[in-house]
């Protein structure tokens, strides 16, 4: 190594210098104890390269010491700073601030959505955690007998779960869940995406228990295809695909008696039978002749309008033979395939 | 924009909404743009068939494309939120994975159906006309202006996200409805619930929530003073007409704002007849009011 | 599971649609905890906040991994035991480690715990205590299987196989490794196994005193940061498990919530600190906010340039280059800044030449972080990177089993120095460190409990009402400097004075500066005097933390006269076996640092020269 004897080596030349810009911030605040709700407008002179949370940090360092707001990594990895900027959930942490001030425009910092404000950034996340909870979030292998060494796993089986592994459980996905609005019971994106990544694990034994749990009410068929959990997540885990493939595995257990499931049925049929949907039958399928008949007044609005087709000359594309052999061909193929990768017992394999 | 399109309008406006299928193809002849028929294709799955057999939705989409490549069409042009979504999602999965796009291809082969090299686009009527030069055609035909009708665009969840496989503009700031909203001379309406979900997946398996969802933009748009809602789906559209007097039941108010679809509201302002619009084939039919707005004459459509 | 689904949605439907309550979370996730009536005494409350007292066998501080595995372990062997966290679970540091842990498998080629053991003597430039060593090499591998068996989503090799990669000085590939988010999937592995074996987990409870009675642990006192409220938590048997100091620097990879609380509290316990001189840096950190830019960069073949663009590591290390030690490369850096060979305090990492394709499929992560936080895109120009603080060697002095000096006080992980990693730490070694010291931690303190039933020792009221006035008195006050600006101070100070290189003379200076900053630290400026997630309350109690682990570290970095491992001064550039082959203790001597020494454990490896 060089010798070095000079002592201005113990610092660095530059260390601090960095371009500045001015920002401005509308802040919503929530005081707890008077339980009163405010917009703040804070300016601050930040790095260029400064993210949202390091212009929170400004404001608190130099300005108002009272904006309280969750933090740590700062690496968008620990899930901590979940915040809405301009209506919609992000880290603040991964959302720079420059292109903002580029823009000349004051964006507007507020709590996620879909949870209880405690004060002004800071959500109560404990109706994400139960929720969490609620879909029995760990590997249960069910098995008295644990190799003594490592589960043998195909590398493409552990592929399958590697998107919903990345999940850090930040609540982003949920914040603005179309369907949690609407049923805050639902079991939303980021609990799905969690139960998804035990479904496809192969040395989980729990399927099918796992699957029919998630057929209930506030499950998987809740879920109203918004596609903003896929949006808003920073990590790419995109939860709606998760809930996707979880519908999925619930067709190859067999779990089809959801009405959600139903549906999905008529839609599966009507394009080998005819091509495009039986609309007519989708009612009736869904939601059970019973309730069909409730609903023969809406029915009956829907006639008037020209809007019930003909029942009996359903549509017939050209052609449509292919599709039924097509069906038949994947159908086949599929049976012969096991239902899931699954791990093995490395004693079973080499008997070491 | 090109001038020749193979056309998928969809189940639902080949089925209970063909005044879409009607109103589309009345104003892709006055933009001069041939609409090629798919005759053999099948539904896109709307993301049912996605979700319950994955492998076969691929297979399906693979067709559809497949089918349109052969008719020598770069772009399948699309009427619907659902359809965009479903086929353009099935696009790039087979265009990021040759080894997905050949197994795939050997399947389609073994049934004689046709296979798919990859090079097709997906695009929505409301890309195609809200920008470049899409947008100067349509500015060209729109003769009528419809002044003083107040719209409040409602754009439906599968056209604007994941916007990495949709990606046309902004997913929490769309503008291009606005746009056509002001080339046709009339006054968009802004309200929160505009890039929210309908509730239309689930209005049959899980009604009240559903329900909950569709309240917001009925209830805000009439706030807002909105005289009709547009847009660009056919699902949202039978959501907000059809199902109107349940949401209202539900949240115990009586909406009667009529909603119109994308190709309706530029057939009206391109001075198509009502014969090809087909107001009345609306649950929530046309006020007076609304009626003269649109400059579509009163003798169609009477009750209010 | 299908009566805790329908528990849940009664309850969501009796509460009209709102949100279930609080405690119908537990009953839905089937955990039901001996929490606050488990053991009440009445207490006169004379303040204005609310005073709590519980009572468990075990507390672990923290819930990173080494805390989590402690717990785990712990509730294994039957005993009561809660974890008291600042942070979620999740939230943890440890989830940011991205590279890999160590075991010798042997799964990739021949391996051997043997080897490990040596390769981690080495590294540790020999001041290592090789005991402990060899007990860490020796039981990495069962607790890798333990955590594959737990549901850590690994890489795996085609054989289905744990795969293993290969490490900095490590003589075979040994690192197991989650693509480059292995820290992350341990975090969340623990998180679920927490859940499954229904631990109580104190969630952003703030510690701000481990309680010692009559020489024995008592417990600790901790603040509710959601709720407000102090807790007396009793416990005879309290774990430290708070992670590491990154935070006293101004540049460096730690998250926000790395200000040494852990140490302090052992410190002020009268738990001495030990080689807290040695902090490791590196080399390849952002210079924006300091984040991580991983070592994989280089292993796929990133060059490291200088203002005019040449490879300068051809100077220190001609033959690994951009490969050598961290040590090595941090200095070689640090060099060509401090010399005027930067860019705007920075070197460059080109990865330019590695081509879209390699960048996308083999680090992708990385690529997103240099976008977010530099601005910049990798695949069209260099990343400005630079040496930050990255990992503290030292912390609180303890044993085998993670006991201190104190009985009933132990710790484990980055906060603790048992000491495995010695000078200097090899990547890979202290996500293995978590899990194995954890786990003993948590099974020694649960066996002392089973052993020793009730010690007596308490938080007496008393105390806990003391520690409420001291709070208060924090919370009331409105006068100084804001903590975020005397924090901002100490971190320049640290990095530009007791950084990389060290000298006699910044060290003096900084030492001075510590000092005075501790003096001006006492009065701070706080805005917040509520009692609802007033982190202005939080992050004083975290300045006097960083504050008092920087004075042991700057105090013992000026008395050791050699260069070992990561403590390289420019005035004592040659290891010095004969007189400092031997471990610094920091007691705290009336709140002052006073220094100590004892000798390391050698049991196999006679230290050597440390050349690669």
Known sequence: ?352 | MQDRYAYYPGCLASLSQKELDSSTRAIAKKLEIELVEMPSVTCCGAGDIHEAKPDYYLHISARILGQAEQMGCETILTICNVCTLNLRQANKALQEDKDVLNRVNDNLKQVGAATYQGGVDVRHLLWEVSAGEGYDRFKSIAVKSLEGLKVAPFYGCQILRPAKILGFEDSDRPESLERLIKACGAEPIDYPAKVKCCGFPIVLAREDVALGELVQPLQQATEAGADVIVTPCPLCHLSLDAWQRKAGAFSGNDYQIPILHLAQLLGAAAGIEESELKFKRHVTRLSTEVKAKLQVPSVVGTQA | MRLRYIAFRREGMNNGGKFPHRDACHVLAGIRHRTYSAYTRGIAVHCFRRLFMIRHDVIVLGAGLAGMRAAIEAKRAGVDVAIVSKLHPTRSHSGAAEGGINAALGNATEDSPATHAFDTVKGSDYLGDQDAIEVFAEEAPNDIYELEHMGAVFTRSADGKLAQRPFGAAGAPRTIYSADITGHVLIHVLYEQLIKHEIKVYEEFFATQVVVDGGQCAGVIAWDTQRGGLHAIQANHVILATGGVGRMYYGTTNAFACTGDGMSLAWNAGVPLKDMEFLQFHPTTLKSNGVLITEGCRGEGGYLRNKDGDRFMVGDAPNAMELASRDVVSRAEWKEIADGRGVDGCVMLDLTHLGWKKLQSRLPGSRELAMDYAGVDPIEQPIPVRPGAHYMMGGVDCDVWGETIVPGLWAAGEVACVSIHGANRLGGNSLMETVVFGRRAGQAAAERVKEQGDTGARIEASVLADEDRRIAAIVGNSEGERPGVLREELAKTMYDKAGVYRTEEALAECKDKVVELRERAKTLKIDDHGSIFNTDLTSAIELNSLLECADCLVTSALARKESRGAHSRLDFTERDDDHWLKHTLNWNDNGEVRLDYKPVTITKHQPLARSY
């Not at chain 1, 899930?79 to 942490?93: E, H, I, N, P």
């Not at chain 1, 964006?107 to 994400?128: C, E, Q, R, W, Y």
């Not at chain 1, 195909?154 to 179309?178: F, R, T």
């Not at chain 1, 038949?328 to 394999?349: I, M, N, S, Y």
């Open chain 1, 1 to 352: 190594m060089t010798e070095i004897k000079n002592a201005h080596f113990t610092t660095l030349k530059g260390a601090y210098d960095t371009e500045k810009m001015e920002a401005t911030l509308r802040v919503r605040r929530y005081d707890p104890e008077t339980k009163k709700s405010r917009f703040d407008n804070f300016t601050v002179t930040i790095p260029v390269t400064a993210s949202v949370l390091d212009a929170l940090d400004a404001i608190k360092d130099t300005h108002d010491g009272t904006l309280s707001y969750r933090k740590s990594c700062r690496m968008a990895v620990c899930g901590s700073c979940g915040m809405r900027v301009d209506g919609g959930a992000a880290l603040a942490c991964k959302t720079p601030m420059k292109k903002f001030v580029d823009a000349g425009h004051t964006i507007t910092v507020s709590p996620m959505g879909n949870l209880p404000v405690i004060k002004d950034l800071v959500v109560d996340m404990a109706p994400f955690w139960q929720k969490i909870r609620a879909v029995k979030p760990y590997l249960d292998t069910r098995d008295a007998d644990v190799p003594e060494k490592e589960w043998r796993v195909d590398p493409a089986a552990g592929d399958q779960i590697h998107k919903e592994s990345l999940c850090i459980l930040c609540g982003c996905c949920v914040s603005e869940c179309n369907s949690m609005e609407s049923d805050p019971d639902f079991l939303g994106p980021a609990a799905l995406a969690k139960a998804y990544r035990f479904v496809g694990d192969a040395r989980d034994k729990d399927t099918r228990e796992r699957l029919r749990d998630l057929n209930g009410a506030h499950g998987i068929w809740d879920c109203t295809r918004c596609y903003f959990c896929n949006q808003r997540c920073p990590k790419h885990v995109d939860p709606r695909d998760a809930i996707a493939k979880l519908g999925a595995e619930s067709f190859k257990e067999g779990f089809t008696r959801d009405e959600g499931a139903k549906h999905a049925k008529v839609f599966v049929d009507s394009t080998f039978k005819g091509g495009y949907l039986r609309e007519t039958e989708l009612v009736p399928k869904t939601i059970g002749p019973v309730n069909a008949i409730k609903d023969i007044p809406f029915a009956l609005q829907l006639a008037r309008a020209g809007k019930v087709p003909n029942p009996l000359s359903p549509h017939k594309a050209k052609d449509n033979d292919e599709v039924k052999r097509l069906w038949k061909l994947l159908e086949k193929e599929a049976k012969g395939q096991p239902r899931r990768a699954t791990a093995t017992h490395p004693d079973a394999v080499l008997g070491d």
